[in-house]
C-alpha cells in the first residue's frame, strides 16, 4: 500500500490549491478516506472524511473552503482548499483504510504554506 | 465537539522502563478509540485501534485498554524504536478529534 501526495507549496491568504493523494496497491473508492494536516511544531488536526457512497465530513475550520473528492478511475483523492488562511499553513497528509474508525494508511504528507 | 486530552505531556523514560499514557475523551466514545505514533519527520503510523486491538506487525509489549472516557496506552518494555510521540484519537462521532501528544524521550 503506498499513498503518495502531492500539490502543496507556496501561496497567498485569500488563494486556492489542489492537493492530490494516489493509491497503490490500495482503492481510494472502496476505503473510507481522510485528510489529516499538522501545523509545524503542532499536534495532529483531522480535516476531512470522505466514505465510498461519496458522504464527506468537514472540521469546522475549513467547512465550506474545503472539498474533498476522488476519481475512482485515476485511484487518487483531492483536496480542495479556497479561501487559504495563515493558520491553514501544515503538513497534509491523506490516510485511510479498510474501517472509518481508525486510519490504516498514512501517506508521507505534502507542506502547504500560506503567507504573504 | 469531543475534546481529547492526554498525560502526562511527556515523559522521560529509559530502555526497559514500562511506560503508559492517559488519553481521556470530555464525553464517552464508546471503544472508537485509536493510538497512533509519529517519529520527528514521518507521518503518523497507527498503532491500536477500537481501544485495544493491535494492527498487525506493532509488537506485543505496545497494548492499549479501556473504554468510554478514559484509556490508556502501554508499553511493557520500552525499546529505543519507541521514543516518540503518541497519539489518541476518537471516531465516535464527527469532527474526528486527536489528544495533544505524548512525547516519549530519553532520560
Known amino acids: 500500500v503506498q499513498l503518495v501526495e502531492t500539490g502543496g507549496g507556496l501561496i497567498q491568504p485569500g488563494g486556492s490549491l489542489r492537493l492530490s493523494c494516489a493509491a497503490s496497491g490500495f482503492s481510494v473508492g472502496g476505503n473510507y478516506m481522510n485528510w489529516v494536516r499538522q501545523a509545524p511544531g503542532r499536534g495532529l488536526d483531522w480535516v476531512s472524511t470522505i466514505y465510498g457512497d461519496g458522504s464527506s465530513f468537514y472540521s469546522d475550520s475549513v467547512k465550506g473552503r474545503f472539498a474533498v473528492s476522488r476519481d475512482d478511475s485515476k485511484n487518487t483523492l483531492f483536496l480542495e482548499m479556497n479561501s487559504l488562511r495563515v493558520e491553514d499553513t501544515a503538513i497534509y497528509y491523506c490516510a485511510g483504510g479498510s474501517s472509518w474508525s481508525h486510519f490504516d494508511n498514512w501517506g508521507q504528507g505534502t507542506p502547504v504554506t500560506v503567507s504573504s | 465537539d469531543i475534546q481529547m486530552t492526554q498525560s502526562p505531556s511527556s515523559v522521560s523514560a529509559s530502555v526497559g522502563d514500562r511506560v503508559s499514557i492517559t488519553c481521556r475523551a470530555s464525553e464517552g466514545v464508546s471503544n472508537y478509540l485509536a493510538w497512533y505514533q509519529q517519529k520527528p519527520g514521518k507521518a503518523p503510523q497507527l498503532l491500536i485501534y477500537?481501544?485495544?486491538t493491535l494492527k498487525s506487525g506493532v509488537p506485543s509489549r505496545i497494548s492499549g485498554s479501556g473504554s468510554g472516557t478514559e484509556f490508556t496506552l502501554t508499553i511493557s518494555s520500552l525499546q529505543p524504536e519507541d521514543f516518540a510521540t503518541y497519539y489518541c484519537q476518537q471516531a465516535y462521532s464527527f469532527p474526528f478529534t486527536f489528544g495533544p501528544g505524548t512525547k516519549v524521550d530519553v532520560k
Open positions: 477500537l481501544a485495544s
